[in-house]
């Protein structure tokens, strides 16, 4: 399959100009002939929280989500990024997927806040994991912070997933922690893990870049600086079966020793 990830600058709170830039890249991802297209975490608006109420959209029937399902069907590809969107309870930080059929999937509500963002303030905490069965097979969803929490890709693992997408904010100082974490979340999962970050600049953080595609044996198949652009890539699912069989971590787990 051939993805795409959209690392682009975010205009705070502007979702009418990020939809605008956003619409070139679905433009230019579907002339690449891109199954899957990737935008960065909350990039409709980024995060400007303290309007969260204000900003928030319905899932499926609110402008944004009306736009991508529109967008994905017009130009035949899949679309996920996450986006502020209402559900119970609250405000969610959340990742729908758009299909070129008119699918409508999830959305994955991002299930870790963090704090130093002051979404645990702002945002509701999702309550369930984010795996979809998809045409290429089982895909797991996070959002950014989620990479620092490897229990919850390894569920996905062990359920059949070959593939994480990773929608993110990501800011400095920290990009030595992204590039590490993201390889090591597919190195001991045995999965392509497709990360895409923001760049540039809010009021208060400054964004890392360095979206990139590694695979299952945590080698890179692209990255890119800190510039915006859109990375693409193919990859080859069947790589996850080879690794796995090669290396057979999972059959050899002892989970009975790991419990608490």
Not at 50 to 57: D, I, K, M, P, S
Not at 77 to 97: C, D, H, K, M, Q
Not at 151 to 157: D, G, I, K, P, T
Request: net charge negative.
């Amino acid at each position: 399959m051939l993805l795409s990830l959209a690392q682009i600058d975010i205009t705070l709170g502007d979702r009418d100009a990020n939809l605008e830039r956003g619409h070139e890249l679905v433009q230019e991802a579907a002339r690449t002939g891109s199954d899957l297209l990737v935008f960065p975490e909350l990039w409709t608006t980024g995060y400007d929280l303290e309007r969260a109420a204000e900003l928030a959209e319905d899932v499926p029937d609110g402008f944004t989500a009306r736009t991508l399902a529109a967008w994905a069907q017009a130009y035949g590809l899949w679309i996920t990024g996450s986006f502020l969107a209402r559900g119970e309870g609250g405000v969610y930080n959340a990742a729908p997927l758009f299909g070129p059929g008119g699918e409508v999937l999830g959305p994955y509500c991002k299930i870790h806040r963090f704090g130093l963002m002051a979404e645990d303030q702002w945002l509701q905490a999702g309550q369930q994991p984010g795996l979809l069965d998809l045409p290429w097979g089982k895909t797991g969803l996070a959002i950014c912070y989620d990479l620092r929490f490897p229990e919850l890709f390894r569920s996905y693992a062990l359920q059949g997933a070959r593939l994480v997408l990773l929608p993110s904010e990501w800011p400095h100082p920290r990009l030595a922690h992204w590039r590490t974490l993201i390889r090591a979340r597919a190195i001991e999962n045995q999965c392509f893990v497709a990360a895409v970050n923001r760049v540039g600049s809010d009021r208060a953080n400054s964004f890392c870049g360095h979206s990139a595609l590694i695979d299952p044996w945590g080698e890179t198949v692209v990255e890119v600086d800190e510039t915006p652009q859109l990375l693409t890539a193919a990859i080859d699912l069947d790589l996850a079966d080879a690794v796995r069989a090669r290396i057979p971590v999972f059959a050899d787990r002892r989970p009975d020793l790991y419990s608490l």
